[in-house]
């Protein structure tokens, strides 16, 4: 049981490239959320998923997009970097059999990503 | 909207010594509340939680009360190692269903 896995640890991308950050959970979970952390900061969420095929928007998601085709999988997409997405990105996934997302996230290590 | 705020780091201590942090929240009805710690270079985890008001939360000697009438959610620990050394962050999850996070307060304790 792995838990949440991200994918890659670290990377650099120059201003106007694309990338996908990936995020895999193996424990069944609902519920999964992407959230980005500046320095000093606390975390920001960009984007979540209640499910399979069903992705909402969070606090701060100009410049990314998601998809949700599996339980399992939660990529984040950044189609033109741009140095203000600089960031720690983190996955995290929780179970909420209610609907209600207050129950416990479960996190990733994160991404660190800089754009150069 | 909801928000958290914690108080502002870095604190350092002693090794044994006590320990607070303090968090408020500006919530809508009757959010969860939460302490999430993070260790460096790992992402965060559950520290402790509670539901509903006056409920006490704990987990490896860290407890947090859920004060309704303050709006608080103050971490303690009696006697802190060197080991508790981390990020800790105050979060609630209110109507939305969605985690706020306070900014986090990094602590370091010192032998």
């Known amino acids: 049981n792995a838990g949440v896995t991200q994918t890659p640890k670290f990377r650099i991308l120059k201003i106007g490239q694309s990338m996908t950050l990936q995020c895999t959970q193996d424990?069944?979970?609902?519920?999964m959320y992407w959230y980005r952390q500046d320095p000093g900061m606390g975390l920001k969420l960009i984007y979540y998923?209640?499910?399979?095929?069903?992705?909402d928007k969070g606090e701060v998601p100009n410049g990314y997009n998601v998809s949700r085709s599996t339980t399992e999988d939660f990529p984040l997409r950044l189609e033109l970097a741009a140095p203000s997405q600089t960031s720690v990105y983190f996955c995290?996934?929780?179970?909420?059999?209610?609907?209600?997302?207050?129950?416990?996230?479960?996190f990733g290590p994160g991404t660190r990503l800089t754009v150069l | 909207g909801d928000s958290v705020t914690q108080m502002e780091g870095p604190v350092t201590l002693s090794e044994e010594a006590f320990l607070t942090i303090n968090c408020t929240y500006t919530?809508?009805?009757?959010?969860?509340l939460f302490w999430y710690v993070q260790y460096p270079g790992e992402g965060l985890q559950l520290l402790l939680k509670?539901?509903?008001?006056?409920d006490k939360g704990s987990n490896k000697g860290f407890e947090a009360t859920y004060r309704k009438e303050t709006t608080s959610f103050h971490l303690e620990k009696g006697s802190v190692q060197v080991s508790d050394s981390a990020v800790y962050f105050c979060?609630?999850?209110?109507?939305?269903?969605?985690?706020?996070f306070g900014q986090g307060t990094t602590l370091q304790v010192k032998p």
């Open positions: 995290a996934s929780s179970y909420s059999p209610s609907g209600g997302a207050s129950d416990t996230q479960y």
């Open positions: 424990m069944n979970h609902n519920y």
């Open positions: 998923s209640v499910g399979a095929g069903i992705t």
């Open positions: 919530a809508t009805g009757y959010p969860s």
């Open positions: 509670a539901t509903k008001a006056d």
């Open positions: 979060a609630l999850a209110g109507y939305t269903g969605k985690l706020i």
